[in-house]
């Protein structure tokens, strides 16, 4: 019998614990998986763009792929910082199935971003939608066409404020058919 696996989430340099493990009790149920969550460690120097002033999410992965135990874990590294891919002026996140490894940043998510108040409700479900939506390409889900499923491929805020933290029947069954 194949193993599930579990989910393993890593903090990149100073988070709030609280919404953390909120995430990981949510991730949790959405995978029917464990969840660990390790000690924070520091973003890698080498992924730092002083140009940019981001991160090379690309880069991180690399590191995360080292604490990687097991070909049945699943790492999700968070970040509050900027993140970037040479080819993009930013990203919410980015996901390796081959190394089993995400990173999604907090950076842009904040409303504080785009000039408004902070609101921690609004923050906290796009967070879990980025992290379902990296765990699922992790699984190797696709990006889906359904604009309220949460493998739906959010181009702007509004496109992930609109779709919901789970799947579509579709992506679910695509789920169940690999033993998630």
Known sequence: MKSRGKIIIVPLGDLDFYQINKLAANLSVVFSSGVDILQGVELPDEAESEERGQFYSTVILAKLELMR??????????TEEDLYIP??????????????CAVVSFYRLRLEFYGMGE??????????KEAIHLIGQLHHLVVCHNPRCVMYQSATMRDTDAKADKFCDNCQRRLVRQGV
């Open 69 to 78: 135990q097991n070909e049945n874990e699943k790492i999700l590294g968070i």
């Open 87 to 100: 080819t993009q002026h930013f990203v919410y996140g980015e996901a390796d199935p081959q190394s089993g």
């Open 119 to 128: 609101d921690d409700k609004q923050i906290y479900s796009r967070a879990l």
